[in-house]
Structure formats: C-alpha cells, structure tokens
C-alpha cells in the first residue's frame, strides 16, 4: 500500500493553500477589520469559521465520496446537481470571483498611479484579460511555472505585511461599526462568505483527490485521511494571514477611515508603511497572483462546461472571458455590493450539503433526507437572498420574524426543523444503504 511521506503532505499542503489564497482572501479581511473594531475577536472567529472551516469541512465531505461534486450532489439527483454545480461554477468564474481578481489587481496596482477612473480600469482590464485569454487558451507549462514562483512571492510578502501589521500598527484599534455593534460574530459569519472559498472547494476537491491519487494511492480512507491534513495545512495558513489583516484593518482606521473595499485599506497601510516602493512590489506580486487565479478559474469554467453542453472548450473560455470583462468594470465595490444576494441566497445550499454529506452514515436513505432538507434550504436562501439586494418589501411578512432573519441566517431553524423531521420520518421508513441518482 503506498502512503505518502511527510515532505509530500507537506507539498500537497502548500498546493492546496496556493489555490485557496486569492483576491477575495487578501481583501474582505482588511475592511471586516476596521469594520469590526474593538469587536475584532468575534467578527474574526465568525469570519474563520466560514472563511476556513467551511472550506476545510467541503475538502473533507468531498474525499469521503471520491473528490467530486457529481457524487457529493448524487443523493439530489441529476438534474438538480447539474443545477447547483451549474451555480458553482458561475459564482467562482464569470459573475464573481474572475472579474474580482481583474478589479483587485487594478485598484492595488495601477489605481494609486493612474487614480481610479473607468478609462484606466478599462484599459487595464483589456490588457489583463488579454493576457487571461492567451494563458487559459495556452496554457502547457506556463501557468504551474508562474505558480511555483509567485506562489512563494506572495507567501513572503504576505509574511512582510502581516509580521508590519503586528509590529508596526498604523494606529490604535478603531471604533466598531454599526453592524458590528450588536452581533459581530454574524456579520463577520456572513463576510467570511464573500471569500467564496467554500465554493471553491467544491471544485477544488478533485483537484486534491487526484493530486494524491497521482503520488500512487489507492485505498480510499488514505486519500481521505490525506486529503484532511492538506486541508489543515491550508486551514492554519489562512488562519494566519486572516488574522493578521484583521489587526491589520481593525488599526488602520485613522490613515484609512473613508475606505470603501480591503483594497483601498490595503493600499493605504502599505503606502504609508512602505513608502511608494512598497506599494509598487505589492502590487506587482498581487496582479501576477491575480492572473495566475483567473486563468485558473477559466480553465476550469471552460473544462465543466465544455463537457456539460455542445460547445468547444475554446468558445466557453473567450466568451466567460469577455463577460468577464464587462463585469470587472463595474469596479470593486459594486461588484462586492452584487454579489452579496448571490452568496446570502447559494451558501447556504453549500453549507447544508456539506453537512448532511458529512452525516451521511446517519441516513437509512441519503436522497429522502437530502431532497426535502435541501428544497427548503432553497427556498429560505432564495428569500434571503432578495431580502440582501433590497427586496424586503417583496417577502411576506413571516420570513422577516424568523430568528436571524435580520442577519440573512432565517434558513437555519427551518432547515434544521426540516432535518429532524426527515431524518425521523428516514428512520420510520427503513431502507437500503443505497443513493438513487
């Protein structure tokens, strides 16, 4: 039987944080931070919990049934799996997570020279998703070369600018924020979404799971077993640098109080850290970071969907690429502000599919527990969701008197009612340890 030695775990550690660490880890901290105050420990523990132990959990429920997210959303049936991963995918590339990492490395390298109007974002974005399109359609050995020199760049200057942020605040903790005053455990809860890494674990999953298949192993509890030490690995590397940008935020109120975005805090604290110099090698090492996670995004995109409809793999990468484009010149912050609904309404549907994969032994039938828990998970998701893009007067009024329906968590006692209920009526019933697809 063939297991891994240390120094491989290690390696398979490290590759799995370089592909959780991107955009939307190195800029929601930094404004939850200031946002958060005095309130920083909680807001921080909400947020690690969704920014890195949900993630670790998805890594986790995936090697449990292979690595992919066919098999996880098995017990849904097809149809409805295609559906969520269809959600996925959309969230992780064109909507969301592709255009941020165009804005991002904009605002934190180009905006601070060229001052940020839409003909340079323009401009810029022309050129990065240029750059984009030629790697995602070229790909060969240039991206995993890129990878394995700015991976360790990045991870230096991270260590940079969180050890500064410790030792040299830019001031004292600030005053909390409104929305942190009364529940900062929830909002930082509800910040750790915007990450989208729980998302991108379910894609990420088969990446790892075939990674140690790769090294030779065969046995399934191995590849499980192996696949939740890489994700502790990763878990304790973005715990790290969360906090860090957390402190880092939460003390750079005075030179930094009118920011919008982390990207604005970010680049204010380095500014007046570092100097000039120092803004300009951040920014260089964040754009190629950047990059690297947009072309990796868009293979992935262009390889799902691809597979999934009658089109080249070729044609989805140049048209999510150039959707893409438009998007990332809505600029930052409203682009942040869109997606908001978007991942209040479809975390939630991550959350409990993980959970319920992970209590999978506990189901006599996994898909009479999965599909009525999961339907009313929906339903609540999608009501929160509009209630977070300003829709409240469109909800009926006994949403809104849920428990946490303030906070965009109504669906938590509906679902977890729900569980019960199908898990006892799964007991009545009895059946065969089988999944129906």
């Known amino acids: 039987m063939t297991r891994l030695k240390g120094s491989d775990l290690l390696a398979l550690g490290f590759m799995t944080f370089a592909l959780f660490l991107g955009a939307g880890n190195i800029i929601f901290p930094p404004i939850a931070g200031m946002a958060a105050g005095e309130n920083i420990g909680l807001a921080a523990l909400g947020f690690l919990l969704t920014g890195v132990g949900l993630p670790l959990l998805t890594i986790v429920a995936l090697a449990r049934v292979g690595g992919g997210m066919a098999l996880l959303t098995a017990p849904l049936g097809k149809r409805a799996g295609v559906l969520f991963a269809v959600a996925v995918y959309l969230a992780i590339g064109p909507l969301f997570a592709t255009p941020r990492t165009a804005v991002v490395s904009f605002e934190m390298g180009v905006a601070p020279f060229s001052g940020n109007s839409s003909t340079a974002l323009l401009l810029y974005t022309l050129a990065y998703f240029a750059a984009v399109l030629f790697l995602s359609l070229n790909p060969g050995q240039l991206v995993d070369r890129i990878g394995k020199y700015i991976t360790p760049v990045l991870l230096a200057a991270l260590l940079v600018l969180g050890g500064a942020a410790l030792l ?17 455990f929830v909002q930082g809860f509800l910040q750790g979404y915007l990450t989208m890494d729980t998302l991108g674990a379910l894609v990420f999953g088969i990446v790892i799971a075939t990674a140690i298949r790769d090294h030779g192993v065969t046995d399934g509890k191995l590849i499980t077993r192996y696949s939740v030490i890489a994700g502790l690995i990763a878990a304790v590397g973005l715990s790290l640098v969360y906090l860090a940008l957390f402190y880092l935020g939460a003390t750079s109120q005075e ?21 000039t110099a120092g803004s300009l090698l951040l920014a260089v090492v964040i754009t190629l970071a950047c990059l690297t996670t947009a072309v990796g995004l868009l293979t992935a995109c262009g390889e799902f969907f691809s597979s999934l409809l009658p089109v080249s793999y070729r044609a989805v990468v140049i048209t999510f690429g150039l959707f893409s484009l438009l998007v990332a010149n809505q600029g930052l912050t409203q682009l942040i502000s869109f997606s908001i609904p978007v991942l209040v309404g479809l975390y939630p549907l991550a959350i409990v599919l993980v959970a319920l994969s ?9 898909p009479r ?8 998970t929906l339903v ?5 969701g509009i209630a977070a893009a300003g829709g409240k007067a469109l909800i009926p009024s ?8 303030d906070q965009s968590l109504g669906w938590l006692w509906p679902v977890l009612l729900t569980l019960v209920l199908a898990a006892v009526v799964d007991r009545v019933l009895g059946a065969p340890k089988t999944v129906v697809v």
């Open 168 to 184: 040299v605040p830019a001031g004292e903790i600030g005053q909390v924020a409104p929305d942190y005053q009364s529940a900062p």
């Open 380 to 384: 609540f998701g999608l009501v929160d």
């Open 398 to 405: 006994f949403f809104s008197q849920l428990p946490l329906a």
């Open 369 to 376: 527990v999965f599909r009525p828990v999961m339907t009313v």
């Open 358 to 366: 992970l209590l999978d032994d506990l189901w006599c039938s996994s």
């Open 255 to 275: 030179i930094a109080g009118e920011a919008q975005n982390g990207v604005q805090v970010l680049t204010a604290y380095v500014q007046h850290t570092f100097g």
